[in-house]
Structure formats: structure tokens, C-alpha cells
């Protein structure tokens, strides 16, 4: 039989490659480390100048004209129909002398199909801000589209002014 060599363990230095590769470790993580430093200031750089660049453009740049709005119409020239949706007798015609008495023409004066909980000004098409003076006017604070009405029930008006049972007026 060959006589066989067996290494033994240097207990002087136990696993010197375990050391070399924690220090091997330990140097990569700082370069990485230094390469993202680097690498994120030289890319910040030139986004923050395009970013700042951008946005004194946009500061300089003239506003983009709005879409032509028609403008609001004269009062007297807004048709408005009021209808008493509360049951009290009389309440629609003591709130078609307020609106006349503002200068609105006033259309049909009458009793809603149904019962309305909270007064409302009712507008049909483009009127919106029309309606809106009309709510500030009389102290409303609802406006809605037509909503529950069709446009025949208007009579021809732009606006409708339909009362409800419970007080609605706010402060203005």
C-alpha cells in the first residue's frame, strides 16, 4: 500500500480565504457605492436643468385664450317660469313680484306636478350662470339643470324658479 499524506488544519490561521473574501466584499460594496454617488449626480444634473428649463418656459409662455363664452344676459331679457311645488296658496305669485321686481320677464306662474322639498332654480341649456345670479338674487341656494321637468314645462323660459316646502334661503 502507498502511504497517503492527509493535510492538517494550520490552527495558526484558521480560514484565511473566509477573511479575504469579507475584505473582498467590504471593497466591492464601497465602489458600488461610489458609482451610484457618481452616477446619480451626473444624471440629476442635467433632469433638474431640463425640469427648471421646462418650467420657466412654461412661465413665460402667454395663457392659452379661454373658449369664447357668450356672455351673461340682461336680466331683462331672461324668461323665468315659477312654479309653487310647496302647496301654499299665493307663494308662487309673491316670488314672481320678486323676480319681476329684479327685472326678469316672468312666463307662466303656477303649481309644480309635485311637491319640492327645497326650493331650487332650474336652468335649461347654456343658462347656468344666469340661473345662478337668479339663486343669488332671490337667496337660493340650489341650481340644477332641468331636472324633473321637461323643457315644455318652462313655457318658453330659460329659467325656473320652483318652490319648496322647506326654507332654502341662505345667506348671500
Given amino acids: 500500500m502507498l502511504p497517503?499524506?492527509?493535510?492538517?488544519?494550520?490552527?495558526?490561521?484558521?480560514?484565511?480565504?473566509?477573511?479575504?473574501?469579507?475584505?473582498?466584499?467590504?471593497?466591492?460594496?464601497?465602489?458600488?457605492?461610489?458609482?451610484?454617488?457618481?452616477?446619480?449626480?451626473?444624471?440629476?444634473?442635467?433632469?433638474?436643468?431640463?425640469?427648471?428649463?421646462?418650467?420657466?418656459?412654461?412661465?413665460?409662455?402667454p395663457a392659452k385664450p379661454k373658449a369664447p363664452t357668450t356672455p351673461i344676459l340682461a336680466r331683462r331679457v331672461v324668461r323665468v317660469t315659477i312654479l309653487n311645488g310647496n302647496?301654499?296658496?299665493?307663494?308662487?305669485?309673491?316670488?314672481?313680484?320678486?323676480?319681476?321686481?329684479?327685472?326678469?320677464?316672468?312666463?307662466r306662474v303656477g303649481n309644480a306636478r309635485r311637491a319640492y322639498g327645497r326650493s331650487v332654480v332650474i336652468y335649461r341649456g347654456t343658462f347656468r350662470r344666469e340661473a345662478v345670479r337668479l339663486a343669488h338674487d332671490l337667496g337660493l341656494a340650489l341650481v340644477s339643470p332641468l331636472d324633473g321637468l321637461r323643457a315644455r314645462d318652462l313655457?318658453?323660459?330659460?329659467?325656473?324658479?320652483?318652490?319648496?316646502?322647506?326654507?332654502?334661503?341662505?345667506?348671500?
Fill in 4 to 61: 497517503v499524506e492527509h493535510a492538517l488544519p494550520n490552527p495558526s490561521e484558521p480560514h484565511p480565504w473566509r477573511t479575504i473574501a469579507v475584505v473582498a466584499a467590504g471593497v466591492a460594496t464601497l465602489e458600488l457605492l461610489g458609482l451610484v454617488v457618481v452616477g446619480t449626480a451626473l444624471v440629476a444634473k442635467p433632469v433638474a436643468q431640463n425640469a427648471r428649463a421646462a418650467a420657466i418656459k412654461h412661465a413665460a409662455a
Fill in 87 to 107: 302647496g301654499i296658496a299665493g307663494a308662487a305669485a309673491a316670488t314672481a313680484s320678486q323676480v319681476r321686481t329684479r327685472g326678469y320677464k316672468i312666463g
Fill in 155 to 172: 313655457h318658453g323660459a330659460q329659467l325656473a324658479v320652483v318652490l319648496g316646502s322647506r326654507g332654502s334661503r341662505r345667506d348671500c
